[in-house]
């Protein structure tokens, strides 16, 4: 089972392009897909806003688009939601002119949102310039902790909060040579991190690092060969566990290639430690994308994609594990 549709066409609704998706499931069993409305053009600053739609059965409909952010001509971007399954608020943290951090909630499932509340004091260090958050859904790990990956000039990091929200602090940086980035936590209780590769090697591959304090620290980096990397955005979600489905199972996507194209979703029997061939969603350009899972264990990825140009649209494919692997593992 594969099925795709379009949820933001560049050029529809009064925004030129459409960038920087971004997917979450809410307790409630409601899909939000967040994204970046760039009203005057293409470029990654400009007057940007930050849009939602929603849907209330599994992708199938969705509503109007709504306008969680509007700061004027700023650039109003890097959406990163995050759902508290303990008290079922969603979280989205978001950067403005990619120098401020600021987090607005939802206790509603996205119909509303709170007035966002500026926490750069307490997730960046004053040197730092760049800063942007995600761009992709964070994670709520056992312990409780909400686990948001960012990055700033050169390094990815983690910023997470311990108390549901009420406040966010600094983790964990990546070594140099990195930035996007996202997180899962393994079975065991550790933090692993896939990491937009910025270095200068050679090495078009993804980098990877990992945290065993819930993290507040990370690892030297390493390559993973079989994540060929175009210099671009990745997503990564949790699929099962042995107790709840059988296996361990762990989704990545990206453009396997070394050029944006050719949307990839891949399969992690072992925990991140190797990934299988996996199976292509989208032969052309394309190049940012998030994933989220449906309570029915329906896979969804929303990502960047078109004929001509991968931002052209951002589309949504909803699949299940039995597609994604030609019949040879299912449910």
């Not at 930050?50 to 969680?68: A, F």
Request: glycine share 10%; with cysteine; hydrophobic share 30%.
């Amino acid at each position: 089972m594969l099925k795709q549709q379009n949820l933001f066409v560049s050029g529809d609704g009064g925004y030129h392009t459409y960038r920087i998706p971004a997917i979450v499931v809410s307790t409630r069993g409601t899909l939000l897909a967040f994204c970046e409305g760039r009203r005057n053009g293409a470029a990654d600053d400009g007057d940007i806003d930050l849009l939602l739609r929603r849907s209330y059965d599994g992708g199938e409909t969705w509503r109007e688009t709504q306008l969680v952010y509007d700061d004027g001509d700023n650039t109003v971007g890097n959406p990163a939601p995050v759902v508290d399954h303990t008290t079922g608020t969603i979280f989205l943290l978001f950067c403005i002119n990619n120098r401020t951090v600021w987090v607005t909630s939802s206790e509603d499932d996205g119909a509303t949102w709170s007035t966002p509340e500026e926490i750069t004091h307490s997730v960046k260090r004053p040197w730092w310039t760049w800063y942007a958050t995600g761009p992709c859904h964070g994670i709520q790990l056992s312990t409780g902790r909400l686990l948001i990956p960012c990055d700033h000039t050169g390094h990815a990091h983690v910023i997470y909060s311990d108390d549901h929200g009420k406040s966010w602090q600094l983790g964990g940086i990546v070594p140099s040579g990195t930035n996007e980035s996202v997180a899962v936590e393994t079975v065991d209780g550790n933090v692993y991190m896939n990491c937009r590769n910025t270095r200068d090697t050679g090495r078009a591959e993804r980098i990877y690092s990992w945290s065993t304090d819930g993290g507040e620290s990370f690892s030297p980096i390493a390559w993973d060969a079989s994540l060929p990397e175009p210099i671009c955005q990745a997503s990564m979600i949790r699929f099962s566990t042995e107790q709840s489905h059988g296996k361990n199972r762990i989704l990545f996507s990206n453009p396997a290639h070394t050029k944006r194209e050719r949307m990839t979703v891949r399969l992690s029997y072992d925990e991140c430690r190797t990934w299988n061939a996996g199976k292509i969603l989208y032969e052309g350009p394309t190049a940012y994308s998030d994933m989220a899972v449906l309570p029915d264990m329906t896979i969804c990825c929303l990502y960047e994609c078109g004929d001509i140009s991968p931002y052209q649209n951002i589309t949504l494919a909803r699949f299940d594990l039995a597609w994604l692997t030609d019949g040879q593992d299912q449910l």
